[in-house]
T-cell receptor, first 113, second 115 residues
Framework: QKEVEQDPGPLSVPEGAIVSLNCTYS??????FMWYRQYSRKGPELLMY????GNKEDGRFTAQVDKSSKYISLFIRDSQPSDSATYLC?????????????FGTGTRLQVTL | EAGVVQSPRYKIIEKKQPVAFWCNPI?????LYWYLQNLGQGPELLIR????????DSQLPKDRFSAERLKGVDSTLKIQPAELGDSAVYLC?????????????FGPGTRLTVL
């Protein structure tokens, strides 16, 4: 069993829909949780990060962490065609350059007009 | 500000041939990472450099893979000889090493196809 599980999709939604992307994990030592967006033929880019449990909002994006359930989510409101990409969750035990990131497999999202 | 630069973007070789990938990190970023990303998977760390020192190469298959970061800036990842299973995207990332979350900036990757 992988440390981080993520539904690979693809997930197809109409423009304007609310999107929910999720990851589950098994290692209770993870404390830092990140969401990366990866466009086709590009490298991942950091969208949001959260520490421990709770919510964090940034524009149309909201990240949620429930450590008791080992479950994290990324919500995208008013989805746009430009949101079409693969979304990777990542997590680590600590901060700093030595902290190893463990990535999920990524969920491919397609927002249609 | 320029991002992480990688070359070549695409490489097709026959098995048993050598191949090398080059990475130029963001200026001032002392930490450099090489990742392997298989199709439909997330990136997996191969090696991490702090300046010119390889401080974590535990996931690097050292029988065929090697890396260097001379002068603590550019880095090269080499595979010799390549095997069919090495077909993947090789990502380079760099980090400024600031306090707080370890934000890594990724390059576009080199897509390797081994025939």
């Amino acid at each position: 069993q992988k440390e981080v599980e993520q539904d690979p999709g693809p997930l197809s939604v109409p423009e304007g829909a609310i999107v929910s992307l999720n990851c589950t994990y098994s290692n209770s030592a993870f404390q830092y949780f990140m969401w990366y967006r990866q466009y086709s033929r590009k490298g991942p880019e950091l969208l949001m990060y959260t520490y421990s449990s709770g919510n964090k909002e940034d524009g149309r994006f909201t990240a949620q962490v429930d450590k008791s359930s080992k479950y994290i989510s990324l919500f995208i409101r008013d989805s746009q065609p430009s949101d079409s990409a693969t979304y990777l969750c990542a997590m680590s035990r600590d901060t700093g350059t030595a902290s190893k990131l463990t990535f999920g497999t990524g969920t491919r999202l397609q927002v249609t007009l | 500000e320029a991002g992480v630069v990688q070359s070549p973007r695409y490489k097709i070789i026959e098995k048993k041939q050598p191949v090398a990938f080059w990475c130029n990190p963001i200026s001032g970023h002392n930490t450099l990472y090489w990742y392997l990303q298989n199709l439909g998977q997330g990136p997996e760390l191969l090696i991490r450099y702090e300046n010119e020192e390889a401080v974590d190469d535990s996931q690097l298959p050292k029988d065929r893979f090697s890396a260097e970061r001379l002068k603590g800036v550019d880095s090269t990842l080499k595979i010799q000889p390549a095997e069919l299973g090495d077909s993947a995207v090789y990502l380079c990332a760099s980090s400024p090493g600031l306090a707080g979350v370890n934000e890594q900036f990724f390059g576009p990757g080199t897509r390797l196809t081994v025939l």
